[in-house]
């Protein structure tokens, strides 16, 4: 059975920096590209990046280019996703995601979902 288990969400003022983790277990981690997104109250989900799975192929959204970094460590099945200079806009639950190809998740479509962490930024 596939899990994705996402940490580290939580409360931060503006300017400040989270780092979220996504532990995946029940799948071949090493070839499976993964992905970060989020969806703030009243708004559809969207993709914030993501990557391949040996990390030559990164996408981020325009509205995280330059403050977020996704990076991944094959070794312990994690993915990580370096928030910097959040923002109140930045607000919302963060989900984890799986799924053969990094372009098929910019798509918006994962084989595999965690639960979601909630990140809140304080203006």
């Known amino acids: 059975q596939v899990q994705l288990v996402e940490s580290g969400g939580g409360l931060v003022q503006a300017g400040g920096s989270l780092r979220l983790s996504c532990a995946a277990s029940g799948l071949t981690f090493r070839s499976t590209a993964m992905g970060w997104f989020r969806q703030a109250p009243g708004r559809e989900r969207e993709i914030v990046a993501a990557i391949t799975w040996l990390g030559y192929n990164i996408y981020y959204a325009d509205s995280v280019k330059g403050r977020f970094t996704i990076s991944r460590d094959n070794a312990k099945n994690t993915v990580y996703l370096e928030m910097n200079s959040l923002k109140a806009d930045d607000t919302a639950i963060y989900y984890c995601?799986?799924?053969?190809?990094?372009?098929?998740?910019?798509?918006?479509?994962?084989?595999?979902w965690g639960q979601g962490t909630q990140v809140t930024v304080s203006s």
């Open positions: 995601a799986a799924g053969p190809r990094v372009e098929r998740l910019v798509g918006g479509s994962a084989d595999y």
